[in-house]
């Protein structure tokens, strides 16, 4: 038997040894040892993690947007991330010119529809409910059923101007009529406030930017303690994303949450250019360092960048080091290192272990770091 790509001498998470196959851009073997031919062979050092390819499940990706916008291929394969989901930069109006671009990327690119017909071109863009036309949305998840993977509401004061929980109660009959497809919602400051946009979420919807320090965030400040319809909407099944961004992740947040027994369910960074070339978020890597200086196990840290996200957006055939599962592989290394980490309020904590990716595959394609 011959394969077209065989890596050796792997570890995983849990610090097992793994040998992969790799065939037409397909897992076809996955064991402690595999001694077979190959075209190309990838030898690691037995020190050197595999994993599934890590997934950003929020980033903002359409370059030809001007107050949201990146390059796939930058907050992608370069950066060790062999799939992002850009996260309502577009709408139903311009999301075919979305995905002329993105198909063009090495990384793989999904997208959620916002709402808004023409996306985030605004800073409101539910202000005016007008834009938010269900037939279009239809008409794009239908055209586009490959790359639309859900839709996205952006469910804070500057976004919905005087209209309160209206948009979201939109976006959720918008998911009723396409078979129950994944809903993610943005949150910030209020109106509206927390509490009611969480009464309106069900399980399996996504809260992003669910440790933000905002007054309208989870965390009750006065008592340092975590609200509770945030542990009741946590309960019901609301996947907690953080959704890192320039202002919506806050270590305190975070800490107290992990304290108390709550932990977010996936990890995303909400990057675009801006956030990436001068912080605070940089890369997925950093942010899942910063997961890690709060308290969370490197393997969980893992498992909420590839299964967890995986699954709450429906891809079947990612997010795990399995037979006929995708060929797309993050090889990384955790090592002892110093760097201070900033959050989204300028509070910092100091690192002493740094995840670095040095491989990325992508349908069995291997990209240096």
């Known amino acids: 038997m011959s394969y077209d790509l065989i890596i050796k001498n792997g570890l995983t998470i849990e610090g097992e040894s793994i040998d992969i196959a790799i065939d037409a851009g397909k897992i ?10 190959s075209k190309k062979q990838l030898e690691l050092d037995g020190q050197t993690y595999v994993s599934a390819g890590w997934i950003d499940d929020h980033v903002h990706c359409f370059e030809k947007m ?3 916008y990146d390059f796939p291929d930058e907050i992608g394969v370069k950066k060790g991330v062999t799939t992002v989901i850009d996260a309502g930069t577009t709408g139903a109006e311009n999301i075919h010119e979305f995905y002329d671009l993105a198909k063009q990327a090495k990384t793989n690119v999904y997208a959620l529809v916002n709402i808004s017909k023409w996306g985030i071109v605004e800073q409101d863009e539910l202000a005016d409910l007008s834009k938010v036309k269900k037939e279009l ?21 500057t976004v919905i101007g005087d209209n309160g929980i209206t948009p979201l109660e939109m976006a959720k009959q918008i998911q009723k009529e396409n078979n129950d497809l994944p809903l993610m919602v943005h949150i910030g400051s209020a109106p509206p406030e927390l509490d ?4 309106h979420m069900t399980k399996g919807d996504v809260l992003t930017h669910c440790f933000n320090g905002k007054p309208n965030g989870i965390l009750d400040k006065e008592n340092s303690k975590i609200k509770d319809f945030a542990w009741a909407a946590y309960d019901k099944g609301v996947v907690f994303d953080i959704g890192h961004g320039t202002d919506s992740f806050n270590f305190q947040v975070a800490e107290t949450a992990l ?11 909400d990057i675009y250019i801006r956030n990436r070339e001068n912080g605070p978020v940089y890369d997925l890597a950093t942010t899942m360092e ?27 055939t990612k997010g795990q080091l399995k037979e006929g599962f995708d060929g797309d592989l993050t090889i ?9 980490l900033t959050d989204s309020n300028g509070f910092t904590r100091e690192a002493k272990e740094l995840i670095k990716p040095v491989k990325t595959i992508i349908g069995g394609t291997v990209y240096d770091n």
Request: proline share 4%; charged share 30%.
């Open 28 to 37: 076809v073997k996955v064991s402690d040892t595999i001694e077979a031919d």
């Open 66 to 68: 001007t107050l949201y």
């Open 137 to 157: 949305i239809h008409k794009a998840l239908t055209e586009l059923p490959d790359f639309v993977v859900g839709i996205k509401a952006r469910m804070s004061k």
């Open 196 to 199: 009611e946009i969480l009464e």
């Open 259 to 269: 304290k108390e027994g709550m932990k977010a369910a996936s990890i995303s960074t």
């Open 290 to 316: 910063k997961l890690r200086v709060v308290g969370y196990e490197w393997s969980e840290i893992i498992e909420k960048v590839t299964a967890a996200p995986a699954k709450n957006f429906h891809f079947e």
């Open 332 to 340: 990384f290394k955790i090592e002892p290192g110093q760097k201070t």
